[in-house]
């Protein structure tokens, strides 16, 4: 009977690495050499106008806040809908695997993101997830769940912009979903 326990017991015992009593899948934490690789082949693959900070904490919310969920409405706080907006502001997203965040105005020729993300599946090494700007420099986000702040210059200064948030190498049965936090500002 003590065999038999042991046995039913290791199971539980692995089991927060991926899945918590209840069935909720819990994210494995990320080791502090896989948090410097992430960073050094980010810092390799900047565009010429983005640089990046690894920040850790999120920044003090600002302006209005986005709700983005994949194939879902953006729910804002604190802003008209529909309306072209400047910077700054926050925003969350869930589920995430290629959607375009709010239309924006600098009036500056420079800005900063800050963005934090996770997987929220699946969590292969074949899958990336990026952020393009649609007025040129896309990034690389580590999806480690480390809050970095990347600031684009040379920008043009009262032009519709937006960001595009995409997940790399999807398949029909195997799209990666993301999920994550951050703000823009200058």
């Not at 952020?131 to 480690?144: M, R």
Request: net charge negative; aromatic share 10%; glycine share 8%.
């Amino acid at each position: 009977m003590t065999t038999g326990l042991l046995l039913l017991a290791a199971p539980a015992q692995a089991a927060p690495k991926t899945e918590a009593a209840g069935g909720e899948q819990v994210k494995p934490t990320v080791s502090a050499a896989e948090i410097e690789a992430n960073n050094a082949a980010v810092w390799a693959s900047l565009p010429p106008n983005v640089t990046m900070t690894v920040t850790g904490e999120m920044p003090k919310l600002q302006g209005p806040i986005d709700h983005y969920t994949q194939d879902g409405p953006t729910v804002t706080t604190g802003v008209t809908p529909f309306a072209v907006d400047t910077i700054p502001y926050s925003y969350t997203f869930s589920g995430v695997h290629n959607w375009p965040g709010r239309d924006f105005q600098s009036a500056r020729t420079s800005f900063c993101k800050d963005i934090k993300a996770t997987w929220d599946y699946p969590q292969g090494k074949h899958h990336e997830f990026k952020v393009d700007l649609s007025a040129g420099g896309t990034i690389t986000v580590p999806t480690d769940g480390v809050m970095r702040t990347w600031c684009w210059s040379n920008v043009p200064t009262n032009k519709t912009m937006h960001f595009i948030y995409y997940s790399t190498n999807n398949a029909p049965a195997d799209v990666a979903r993301a999920s994550g936090s951050g703000s823009v500002h200058y």
